[in-house]
């Protein structure tokens, strides 16, 4: 199955009810501080400044893009869905932002080489079939200028499914909590009809290489809620090392320099 054949499925419902940030969007004022943490955290990995030029493929609302286009920036989005292109129009309009928005597939765009200083990638991958995810980082590699960078934030991670959440239910069971067979969201219309290809902190890695890039790294953000515990302290700690954290740890993200 590829993205196209679920298309129809990414309407105004779904980015105004689903997507994350949906919430926060009818408060959004421009500004860093009214964008969705996730949102403000992708700035931030990708270190974009005022003087980028930024590509934002799979834009969904356009916040980033807004904000980016606010302070000076030359912002782009991209998205197949009409609704959100729509979304985003109207909210650029209002603000008075100038960002352009297009839709359009990411392979449907025609894009000199070596255009963007920036290009990210915000829950798409995981949207896209895996053959069309070699064909966005080839893409992406692409339209990068020479130490562009191109930032990839994923959810969930798949091993962490496998195998870390067999875990997580014997902890709880050890903790007398029962937690489900199977994850909730596994279960959900949203993970059989809109999520093709879940990544891996491996998987991510080999689509860079296979693109052409040589500067990357992949990570996992996480924010634990402060503990008195010295013993939760130190499991938390452990988890965020290798190897327990690609199993353990689910919010993915790459970075990668051309």
Known sequence: MKSADVKEIYDGDYFLKAVDGCKEFSEFDGTFNSLFPRYQRNIQLLDLQPQHKLLEIGCGRGEVCIFHALRGGSAKGVDYSADAISLAREKATVL????????????????????????????????????????????????????????????????????????????ALLHGKRLPKQPAETTSEHFWNFHLNEQNYFSLRKFAHQAGFRRFMVGYDVQYAPTPSKVKRFIRCLIKLPPLCHIMLSNLFLVAQK
Do not use: C
């Open 96 to 171: 008075g932002a100038k960002a352009e928005f297009m839709e359009s597939s990411f392979d449907g765009l025609e894009e000199p080489a070596a255009t963007y200083d920036r290009i990210l990638a915000s829950e798409f991958i995981e949207h896209i079939s895996a053959e069309e995810g070699l064909k966005f980082f080839q893409a992406a590699f692409s339209m990068l200028k020479p130490d562009g960078k191109l930032l990839v934030f994923t959810m969930p991670n798949t091993l962490q499914r496998r195998y870390g959440y067999p875990i997580q239910r014997l902890w």
